[in-house]
T-cell receptor
Framework: AQKVTQAQTEISVVEKEDVTLDCVYETRDTTYYLFWYKQPPSGELVFLIRRNSFDEQNEISGRYSWNFQKSTSSFNFTITASQVVDSAVYFCALSQYSGGGADGLTFGKGTHLIIQP | SAVISQKPSRDICQRGTSLTIQCQVDSQVTMMFWYRQQPGQSLTLIATANQGSEATYESGFVIDKFPISRPNLTFSTLTVSNMSPEDSSIYLC???????????FGSGTRLTVV
């Protein structure tokens, strides 16, 4: 069985601070996908990134960056110079890739990020 | 990436009744998924719906309670049957395949059972 752990239930920082959201996953498969989603108070799920298990390159997109380390089964997300609009619940998720295609996602419990002005 | 239209966006239903949620995708996709998000909780996969085969349900979810249809490659429905207040949740669908996999979710259906 696969599992995603987001140990940080809630994080509160002051605007312009950097913040890292942790994600640790468990899977027995060698082929899998990792995701991050943002869920603002309005409720929709906003896709942020997808990474497959064979691509360990870190990625940067504007103020967002992701650190994928297979050795520690972690896929952490950092927001640099945080802004109030970053306030949301962030979910890390994992999907296996079986012979018939990708499976549904297993989500972590989410981290509620609060950016104070 | 695919765009998904989900409806209704919200509903308030009486216990014992059923509600059917629809998801329409703007492109053909092999796989569609249905999730439940209980209040203040994470998302849980209910079932996978592939066109041309019966839906595959996750542990804790059964077809009699959550029947799913997948009549073609762009459309799926989830019915929440014989509802109780414990079914009050947000229900979301997702679709995609290949390079588009995992990108898109519907906007969700916020269900309240009274």
């Amino acid at each position: 069985a696969q599992k995603v752990t987001q140990a940080q239930t809630e994080i509160s920082v002051v605007e312009k601070e950097d913040v890292t959201l942790d994600c640790v996953y468990e899977t027995r498969d060698t082929t899998y996908y990792l995701f991050w989603y943002k869920q603002p108070p309005s409720g929709e799920l906003v896709f942020l990134i997808r990474r497959n298990s064979f691509d360990e390159q870190n990625e940067i997109s504007g103020r967002y960056s992701w650190n994928f380390q297979k050795s520690t089964s972690s896929f952490n997300f950092t927001i640099t110079a945080s802004q109030v609009v970053d306030s949301a619940v962030y979910f890390c998720a994992l999907s296996q890739y079986s012979g018939g295609g990708a499976d549904g996602l297993t989500f972590g419990k989410g981290t509620h990020l609060i950016i104070q002005p | 990436s695919a765009v998904i239209s989900q409806k209704p966006s919200r509903d308030i239903c009486q216990r014992g009744t059923s509600l059917t949620i629809q998801c329409q995708v703007d492109s053909q996709v092999t796989m569609m998924f249905w999730y439940r998000q209980q209040p203040g909780q994470s998302l849980t996969l209910i079932a996978t719906a592939n066109q041309g085969s019966e839906a595959t349900y996750e542990s804790g979810f059964v077809i009699d309670k959550f029947p799913i249809s997948r009549p073609n490659l762009t459309f799926s429905t989830l019915t929440v049957s014989n509802m109780s207040p414990e079914d009050s949740s947000i229900y979301l669908c997702s679709a995609g395949q290949g390079r588009n996999y995992g990108y898109t979710f519907g906007s969700g259906t916020r269900l309240t059972v009274v």
